[in-house]
């Protein structure tokens, strides 16, 4: 009986053979991924609505790069979701490092179609016991940081014709209190330049959605706030008690970051993605009475305003 025999010439054609099968079928598993699933840039994303929306989006069956400001958080992140989620070293404030990040995530995928800006902090304190370092840093983190994101990303989104940001705001970007002024005024300054950014690429398919959460539980309140260093007594009554409320209701906020995560997915999914998107009843009920505040001011003082044209 004859054995089975092949040449060395005919066996080489034919690993040649299966090597370009492979790498037909690896080619059209890496497009497929890129044909169904989204590419996220996230910063922040050691916890809180970063960590949230980087786990929903993932599991979803999207690609998810995160941004932490350690390297020994990393691995653990990459770990969140394997294949998935995959944690690149970075500080908003860094801003040269920016523009090498989103190299990174071009040469591997070629586009970026969702960037969340989310890293930042709050900053307790009277305006008057703010020092003008802190209030920098503040606007470092919350206001810059996220500027230098955003100029990073868009060139992408222009050339792509699509892309969604998201901008981790509050309902203190709507709305001040006592104790949060310089916090108040980083998100109105987020705030602001996002209007003009939806306006602006709204005819290139860039939608920009301004994400106003209440009270949720992050650690938001906690561990990532930090307190003026100068204490006036004078505001105890109207500052020092917002900052105790809000660090007494730390770990038992009402809302539920989670929760919160499927909304801003669904906003980003969605036809027609809002420009604001309130999350909690607490931070609707809050800019609604905001928005009557600044209607029946108008209205008070109407005749005032209107008057002041030339005769």
């Known amino acids: 009986m004859r054995g ?17 099968i492979k790498t037909i079928f690896f080619i059209k598993v ?7 699933s989204k590419i996220w840039l996230i910063t922040g994303v050691s916890g809180g609505f970063g960590r949230a929306v980087a ?16 390297q020994s958080q990393i691995e653990e992140y990459n770990r969140l979701v394997p294949g998935k989620t995959f944690g690149l070293e970075l500080d908003v404030n860094d801003h040269p490092r920016i523009p090498l990040i989103v190299a990174h995530i071009l040469d591997q995928f070629g586009r970026i179609d969702v960037l969340v800006n989310n890293a930042g902090y709050g900053l307790f304190g009277a305006i008057e016991e703010v020092s003008m370092d802190e209030a920098r840093m503040q606007m470092e983190t919350n206001f810059f940081g996220a500027l230098a994101v955003t100029q990073a990303v868009l060139p992408i989104m222009r050339k792509q014709k699509s ?25 109105f300054a987020l705030e602001g330049f996002s209007e003009a ?100 001011n108008l209205a ?6 209107i008057d002041t044209h030339f005769d």
Request: net charge positive; no cysteine; charged share 20%.
């Open 4 to 20: 089975f025999f092949v040449s060395d010439r005919k066996a080489n054609k034919y690993i040649r053979y299966i090597k370009k």
């Open 30 to 36: 890496i497009l497929s991924i890129m044909n169904t």
């Open 55 to 70: 786990l929903e989006a993932a599991t979803s069956g999207d690609i998810v790069f995160g941004t932490l400001r350690k």
């Open 163 to 187: 892309g969604n940001i998201v901008q981790i705001s509050s309902q203190a970007g709507m709305r001040a209190n006592a104790g949060l002024g310089l916090y108040n005024a980083s998100k």
């Open 197 to 296: 950014l939806s306006v602006e690429t709204r005819h290139l398919n860039i939608h920009v959605t301004l994400v106003e959460p209440g009270p949720f539980r992050t650690e938001w309140a906690g561990p990532s706030s930090t307190r003026a260093a100068k204490v006036i007594d004078e505001y105890n009554e109207t500052a020092g008690t917002v900052i105790s409320y809000i660090n007494g209701i730390s770990g038992t906020q009402p809302g539920d970051p989670v929760k919160g995560a499927k909304a801003i997915l669904k906003a980003v999914r969605s036809e027609n993605p809002p420009l604001r998107l309130p999350l909690g009843s607490i931070a609707l009920n809050g800019i609604r009475e905001k928005l009557k505040s600044v209607e029946e």
């Open 300 to 305: 008070k003082w109407e005749s005032v305003s």
